[in-house]
């Protein structure tokens, strides 16, 4: 008997799209962004990048001081966020980057260098989230500003494709669900 070739088609495994060049992690100030990402980076074997590394000293300023940032503050720290994921994928790397990226225009601002990213946000409550701020230390971002970021919060529209996680699991199970949503065989 002949084998009918379109039906040779649906047997083959279905190909997993390519992974993206970085994964931001987004979320309003405590929602667990560096923790989950550090973990995210290790368990994907990426390297970490903490996007407030990419502030200029007087945003850190700012917010230190207890003043929310302007659109005009963030456009440098979004470009120079998305510079260097092109420069990553330029180099055929991976990274994970701790990022608020609070708005759909700041997202649309990372998209727009052109590097492939997705993003993974870590959806909590206001009272989750503020009593971690209160329990944290060493954080340059006072909980009194958890309001501000609320906010400006934009969560991600379901054509933003992004893998949206509730905080409340640990980090574990965080990162456990976002490895199985970038399988699509999963």
Not at 54 to 82: C, E, Q, Y
Not at 148 to 175: H, K, M, N, W
Request: glycine share 8%; with cysteine.
């Amino acid at each position: 008997m002949k084998e009918d070739p379109s039906a040779a088609g649906s047997l083959t495994p279905r190909r997993a799209r390519p992974l993206p060049t970085a994964l931001i992690v987004m979320g309003v100030s405590g929602s667990g962004k560096s923790t989950v990402g550090v973990s995210l980076a290790r368990a994907l074997g990426w390297d970490f990048r903490d996007g407030d590394a990419f502030h200029p000293a007087s945003n850190v300023d700012k917010m230190r001081s207890g003043a929310p940032l302007t659109d005009a503050d963030r456009w440098p720290w979004l470009d120079a966020i998305a510079a260097h994921v092109t420069a990553l994928e330029a180099r055929g790397g991976h990274v994970v980057i701790a990022c608020s990226a609070l708005k759909r225009v700041y997202r649309n601002r990372l998209r727009a260098s052109g590097g492939r990213l997705r993003f993974v946000y870590l959806d909590g409550s206001f009272a989750l989230i503020k009593a971690r701020m209160k329990a944290r230390s060493g954080h340059f971002m006072p909980a009194s500003l958890l309001e501000s970021q609320f906010a400006t919060l934009e969560p991600p529209a379901a054509d933003e494709g992004a893998i949206r996680v509730a905080i409340d699991a640990g980090p574990d199970a965080i990162v456990d669900a976002v490895i199985a949503a970038l399988d699509p065989a999963a």
